[in-house]
């Protein structure tokens, strides 16, 4: 069977995550967010404060990229740390003011490329929201798509 990258879930889904990236990029660089920073900011602005570990877990995040990110998010003023009163080898990770005050801005920014950028109608948007949430459960499922990895190759001849 021939490959047809636009009869192909990941290939689509890739793809208009970059778009959507590439927008969302377009429309916040003059408030000097990146992309990047977006699932923290988005996070934090719900949680409060979280710990650098929990903001990987909660993200999705690989534990070296959250450093990297957090790191240049200090550097912007976008976030803020402090020592965990519990455990000082822990800090505690928060929005500094300044992005408090950025956040009904992003949130309304997101809002309207997730509302007329996607031109899709509201119930088909919730349809798609819905399926975009089973594949992201499934796909954390790893023991699935091993095995099915496992069962797309091909089989090899016993010696």
Excluded: W
Excluded at 85 to 106: C, F, H, K, Y
């Amino acid at each position: 069977m021939i490959f047809n990258r636009f009869d192909s879930t990941g290939y689509l889904v890739n793809l208009c995550a970059r778009l959507l990236t590439q927008t969302m990029a377009r429309a916040v660089r003059p408030l000097g967010v990146a992309p990047a920073q977006l699932p923290v900011l988005f996070t934090l602005s719900t949680l409060g404060q979280s710990t650098q570990t929990e903001l990987a877990k909660e993200c999705d995040i690989e534990q070296p990229t959250m450093a990297l990110t957090l790191r240049r998010m200090q550097r912007d003023g976008l976030i803020e740390r402090l020592s965990d009163p519990a455990d000082g080898r822990r800090s505690i990770v928060r929005l500094t003011p300044r992005a408090r005050g950025l956040m009904p801005e992003i949130q309304s920014i997101a809002n309207a490329i997730n509302s007329t950028a996607l031109g899709l109608a509201p119930e088909r948007q919730r349809l798609l929201i819905e399926l975009l949430r089973e594949l992201a459960v499934n796909m954390r499922n790893a023991r699935a798509v091993d095995d099915a990895i496992e069962r797309a190759r091909p089989i090899e001849p016993e010696s």
